[in-house]
């Protein structure tokens, strides 16, 4: 079983910035591919932006390419997720998410941001960006 708990969300104006971070816990096996998600209300969980531990790629939605960038620190069992120029449109909660990832296994970006390829969830932390 792998535990995420997620922070760092808050409330801040149009082109300013947020860290999130997710502590994770369990076993490595289990999380050797990790992402965040963000859901709107009444709108659809979307994937953010993702990493493959083992080899290091990260993927990244279009809306936050060169804007947002997701890293591990092993040391500290946690994944981060840095926020810049942050729009009203990327409001909502982030949740942090993981799986099992092994050598050999085909990764792409299209999996990477699909919320059905992960086992494992946080609660989620609320980011209101107002304009």
């Known amino acids: 079983q792998v535990q995420l708990v997620e922070s760092g969300g808050g409330s801040v104006q149009a082109g300013g910035s947020l860290r999130l971070s997710c502590v994770v816990s369990g076993p490595t096996a289990n999380r050797g591919c990790m992402a965040w998600f963000r859901q709107a209300p009444g709108k659809e969980r979307e994937g953010v932006a993702g990493?493959?531990?083992?080899?290091?790629?990260?993927y990244y939605a279009a809306s936050v390419k060169g804007r947002f960038t997701i890293s591990q620190d092993n040391a500290k069992n946690t994944l981060a997720l840095q926020m810049n120029s942050l729009k009203p449109e990327d409001t909502g909660v982030y949740l942090c998410?993981?799986?099992?990832?092994?050598?050999?296994?085909?990764?792409?970006?299209?999996?990477?941001?699909?919320?059905?390829?992960?086992?494992?969830w946080g609660q989620g932390t609320q980011v209101n960006v107002s304009s």
């Open positions: 990493i493959d531990i083992g080899h290091e790629n990260t």
């Open positions: 998410a993981a799986r099992p990832c092994w050598p050999g296994l085909q990764w792409t970006a299209l999996q990477a941001l699909d919320a059905s390829q992960y086992d494992y």
